[in-house]
T-cell receptor
Framework: GAVVSQHPSWVICKSGTSVKIECRSLDFQATTMFWYRQFPKQSLMLMATSNEGSKATYEQGVEKDKFLINHASLTLSTLTVTSAHPEDSSFYIC???????????FGSGTRLTVV | GENVEQHPSTLSVQEGDSAVIKCTYSDSASNYFPWYKQELGKGPQLIIDIRSNVGEKKDQRIAVTLNKTAKHFSLHITETQPEDSAVYFCAAGGYGNNRLAFGKGNQVVVIP
């Protein structure tokens, strides 16, 4: 089946630094990548949608300059949290969708803690 | 856009009993309904899905039913086991729609 590899699984960083999270589709071409944020005991909150080779589309209220998304290839998308602050601490999850299927395949998530 | 409601928010069942989670959706154009299981600290995993051209689908102890007229679909877990304890999310969307709408999740606790 479809597999999405997400790294790192957890990261601790200092306030003001930037953190990059990677998602790779291992056995299919991810024409669309979705990035979610999840707070404890809550549902998935869509942050942005990116199509390979295009600029990401951000959801209302999500700062595009703070959460930089790159989807330069059909197998790799990255989310960079710039100038991180403690309130950015959260669980970030990517999801990928190929061109010929309905379903989304999720990564394993990244626990970001900003101290 | 699509709006998905999921009930109940928490469900406790005795091991061996059945668990049922129900979701409703608003957009009659939705034609794809997946269910995801999320364990603590992990990403959601697809456990079963159904398309609008069928009313029921079963995979071992897990089944999903779809009522297009009423716009609701349900997840059924039979002979529950402790490892079934997790958060379950339903979603609705369709090919051509660029995104799925997720329910708020249901915490299922299987009591040994």
């Amino acid at each position: 089946g479809a597999v999405v590899s997400q790294h790192p699984s957890w990261v601790i960083c200092k306030s003001g630094t930037s953190v990059k999270i990677e998602c790779r589709s291992l056995d299919f071409q991810a024409t669309t990548m979705f990035w979610y944020r999840q707070f404890p005991k809550q549902s998935l909150m869509l942050m942005a949608t990116s199509n390979e080779g295009s600029k990401a589309t951000y959801e209302q209220g999500v700062e595009k300059d703070k959460f930089l998304i790159n989807h330069a290839s059909l197998t790799l998308s990255t989310l960079t949290v710039t100038s991180a602050h403690p309130e950015d601490s959260s669980f970030y999850i990517c999801s990928a969708r190929g061109d010929n299927n309905y379903g989304y395949t999720f990564g394993s998530g990244t626990r970001l803690t900003v101290v | 856009g699509e709006n998905v409601e999921q009930h109940p928010s928490t469900l406790s069942v005795q091991e061996g009993d059945s668990a049922v989670i129900k979701c409703t959706y608003s957009d009659s154009a939705s034609n794809y309904f997946p269910w995801y299981k999320q364990e603590l600290g992990k990403g959601p995993q697809l456990i079963i899905d159904i398309r609008s051209n069928v009313g029921e689908k079963k995979d071992q102890r897990i089944a999903v039913t779809l009522n297009k007229t009423a716009k609701h679909f349900s997840l059924h877990i039979t002979e529950t086991q402790p490892e079934d304890s997790a958060v379950y999310f339903c979603a609705a969307g369709g090919y051509g729609n660029n995104r799925l709408a997720f329910g708020k999740g249901n915490q299922v606790v299987v009591i040994p």
